[in-house]
């Protein structure tokens, strides 16, 4: 038996649909979306999320500036950039790019991004208000992996969910979001001991960890539901997942793919958030 794959592409698409009719209605009316993409890194994973940003806000009508500060930026003039975009009126959403340079945190940098102007959640005003249950921006990686499980009609409430990774952009706010649909949820990271035990006994696995073919079938429990949150650069110029694919196919019962999962549905979640802070107050 090989697990149900529980594609990103069409809730992607419909999400566009949906921001492309918005974006085109802002315009008429004399506001043309703009998002902000601000580059301080020469990381792999991190060009291609901001060329598929460029093209699909292209596609959906959403003007994209990259402002790229080349990938050993010193942190005050990242911050510059971001207090400068955040004054501009005629932007409406900033994204900050990680990894950022050495010395840099995106902790620090992020409060420099004008809340209503945090399309990517990553102010800690964003992330606060998230885990008070008040409205923000949720991160894009975040909201997707609850977006997709929803689409594909995977029940959350009173199930277990095991996150293996912690991370501000994904780890940590993904938890929440999960809470917040009624999901009992565990976070596993480098230090959790025995983590195929922790994530073997969860009825969904999101793994957001970074390293490419961690979780197996070992990590598994059969007809589980796993969600693959990791776009690691391989040799040959293409993405793997955190997933052994391969692998843990014959002991899931459903699978989020790499490319086609999480990564294309965070991207039209990052336009979606990008018109809704066009619409407000103007
Ligand atoms: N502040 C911040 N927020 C992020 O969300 C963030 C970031 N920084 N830095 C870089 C990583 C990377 N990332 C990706 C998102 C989608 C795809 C994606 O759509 N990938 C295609 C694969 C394309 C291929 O096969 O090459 C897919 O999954 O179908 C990839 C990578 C978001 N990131």
């Known amino acids: 038996m090989s697990a149900t794959v529980l594609s ?20 008429e009316a004399g506001t043309p979306p703009r998002l902000a993409v601000v580059v301080a890194t020469a990381d792999e994973s991190s060009a291609w999320y901001v ?3 460029a093209k699909a806000a292209e596609k959906v009508g959403i003007t994209c500036d990259i402002v790229d500060l080349g990938g050993d930026a010193a942190t005050e003039t990242i ?4 207090v400068d975009l955040s004054a501009d009126d005629t932007i409406h959403g900033i994204i900050l790019q990680t990894p950022l340079p050495a010395g840099a945190a995106l902790e620090d940098l992020a ?3 004008a809340f209503e102007k945090d399309v990517d959640g990553a102010n800690p005003l964003s992330l606060g208000r998230l885990v008070a ?22 029940e959350l409430t009173g199930r277990h969910v095991a996150v293996v990774g912690r991370s501000t952009v994904v780890g940590k706010p993904a938890a929440h979001l999960l809470l917040d649909k009624n999901a009992t949820v565990t976070v596993c990271h480098s230090r959790t001991a025995d ?11 999101v793994a957001a960890v970074g390293r490419a073919g961690l979780i197996t079938a070992e990590y598994v429990r059969a007809g589980a539901i796993v969600v693959d949150v990791g ?7 293409g993405l ?21 999962g999480v990564g294309p549905v965070t991207t039209a979640l990052l336009l979606q958030h990008t018109v809704r802070a066009a619409a407000v107050d103007r």
């Open 133 to 154: 249950g008040l409205p923000a921006f949720a991160p894009a990686t975040a909201e997707a992996v609850v977006a997709i499980l929803d689409h594909h009609k995977v």
């Open 111 to 113: 409060s420099a991004i």
């Open 8 to 27: 990103g592409r069409e809730l992607a698409a419909a999400i566009r649909t949906e921001t492309a009719a918005k974006a085109a209605g802002l315009a």
């Open 195 to 205: 983590l195929p035990a922790v994530t073997s006994s969860a009825d969904v696995v």
């Open 231 to 237: 776009t690691n650069p391989t040799d040959g110029g």
């Open 240 to 260: 793997a997942g955190d997933v052994d694919a391969v692998s843990v196919t014959e002991q899931a019962g459903g699978l989020t793919p790499v490319p086609g």
């Open 79 to 82: 911050r510059t950039a971001l």
């Open 51 to 53: 060329r598929s940003i």
